[in-house]
């Protein structure tokens, strides 16, 4: 019943910008952490940036002061604003939520969306 869409993937140059958004649907009552997560060819998938629903983030050191979540809670929606982009920022980014409340209840597991290429070359 829950899904996570993700949206705003695509190329871009080294020092460019792009905004991933992620849309929760479904019928949620609220959602704890939403997170980005990202992975590389040959790689482990590896935690991005996360924010809490109180608004507490937290940030990979190597994405730091170039990469920033928000979320709408109104919206179940989160957002990662990534500025002055480089190669190695390519992967495909995936949208997480944990825990979600919706009208069934608490649902403990892990939500993920598909997945939204990004990829940074010249």
């Known amino acids: 019943q829950v899904q996570l869409v993700e949206s705003g993937g695509g190329l871009v140059q080294p020092g460019g910008s792009l905004r991933l958004s992620c849309a929760a649907s479904?019928?949620?009552?609220?959602?704890?952490?939403l997170a980005w997560y990202r992975q590389s060819p040959g790689k482990q998938r590896e935690l991005v940036a996360r924010i809490t629903s109180g608004g507490n983030t937290n940030y990979a050191d190597s994405v730091k002061g170039r990469f920033a979540i928000s979320r709408d809670n109104a919206k179940n929606t989160v957002s990662l604003q990534m500025n002055s982009l480089k190669p190695e920022d390519t992967a495909v980014y995936y949208c997480?939520?944990?825990?979600?409340?919706?009208?069934?209840?608490?649902?403990?597991?892990?939500?993920w969306g598909q997945g939204t290429q990004v990829a940074v070359s010249s």
């Open positions: 997480n939520a944990h825990p979600v409340v919706t009208s069934a209840g608490i649902n403990s597991r892990d939500y």
């Open positions: 479904g019928s949620i009552f609220s959602i704890g952490t």
